[in-house]
C-alpha cells in the first residue's frame, strides 16, 4: 500500500529534551515537506527536500532541523524543543515533474506537546 | 508577498446542496498549482483537487469542481450534491516553482458543516 508513515503519532515532551519524529515513504517520491498546523493558521512548511542531500528551508524553519540521505526517509529534529512547537505536524511527499506532480501525500500527523 | 486567502472560517450548507468555498491567491510566479485538500475530524489531509496555472479547462474531480479565475486569482472550490460526510476542514494551497524549488503554502481553511 502507498503511503507515507510517521512515528511517534504522539509525543509529550519536556523543554530542551531532544526529539526526532521519523517519516518515510514507499512511493519512490523525490519531493518531501515538513509542515506544522496550528489552530488558526492553516499548513505552515517548515523544510522541504527536492531530492535526496537536497534540503531547503521552508516558511518557518527556526528550531528545527532535517536530514534526506535516503530518498525515502525525511526525518524532522528538534534539538531543544520550546513550548511554542507545541503543535500538529505532518510529513508529505510527491512526485516532480510536469503531469504527475498533481498532489502530495499526507502522512497521519504527529501530535507534540512541549511542557 | 506569496499568500493565499480563505475569507470564510466558517459555512453551512443543506444536504444535497451544492457549496462555493472561496479561495484567492497572490504570486508573481507563472507558473504554480493550486490545491484543496480535505481534513475531517479524524485528522487526515485528503487531496481532492489540482489545478495547474497553465490548464484552460477548469478542473473536475467527481462532485469536486474548481472554479479557476486566472485575472482575478481566485481558485474557488465547489461541492455539488453535499453530504454529511463532507463536513470537515477545507484547505486551499499553492505551489509555487521558484529557481527549480517547490514551495507550498496553505491558506487558514474554511470549517464546512453539512446539515440534514
Known amino acids: 500500500e502507498a503511503q507515507v508513515t510517521q512515528n511517534p503519532r504522539y509525543l509529550i515532551t519536556v523543554t530542551g529534551k531532544k526529539l526526532t519524529v521519523t517519516c518515510s515513504q514507499n512511493?519512490?517520491?523525490?519531493?518531501m515537506s515538513w509542515y506544522r498546523q496550528d489552530p488558526g493558521l492553516g499548513l505552515r512548511q517548515i523544510y522541504y527536500s527536492m531530492n535526496v542531500e537536497v534540503t531547503d528551508k521552508g516558511d518557518v524553519p527556526e528550531g528545527y532541523k532535517v536530514s534526506r540521505k535516503e530518498k525515502r526517509n525525511f526525518p524532522l529534529i528538534l534539538e531543544s524543543p520550546s513550548p511554542n512547537q507545541t503543535s500538529l505536524y505532518f510529513c508529505?511527499?510527491?512526485?516532480?515533474?510536469?503531469?504527475?506532480?498533481?498532489?502530495?501525500?499526507f502522512g497521519p500527523g504527529t501530535r507534540l506537546t512541549v511542557t | 508577498a506569496q499568500k493565499i486567502t480563505q475569507t470564510q472560517p466558517g459555512m453551512f450548507v443543506q444536504e444535497k446542496e451544492a457549496v462555493t468555498l472561496d479561495c484567492t491567491y497572490d504570486t508573481s510566479d507563472q507558473s504554480y498549482g493550486l490545491f484543496w485538500y480535505k481534513q475531517p475530524s479524524s485528522g487526515e489531509m485528503i487531496f481532492l483537487i489540482y489545478q495547474g496555472s497553465y490548464d484552460e479547462q477548469n478542473a473536475t474531480e467527481g462532485r469536486y469542481s474548481l472554479n479557476f479565475q486566472k485575472a482575478r486569482k481566485s481558485a474557488n472550490l465547489v461541492i455539488s450534491a453535499s453530504q454529511l460526510g463532507d463536513s470537515a476542514m477545507y484547505f486551499c494551497a499553492m505551489r509555487e516553482v521558484t529557481s527549480g524549488t517547490y514551495k507550498y503554502i496553505f491558506g487558514t481553511g474554511t470549517r464546512l458543516k453539512v446539515l440534514a
Open positions: 508529505a511527499s510527491s512526485l516532480i515533474g510536469r503531469g504527475v506532480e498533481r498532489e502530495q501525500y
Open positions: 512511493m519512490n517520491h523525490e519531493y
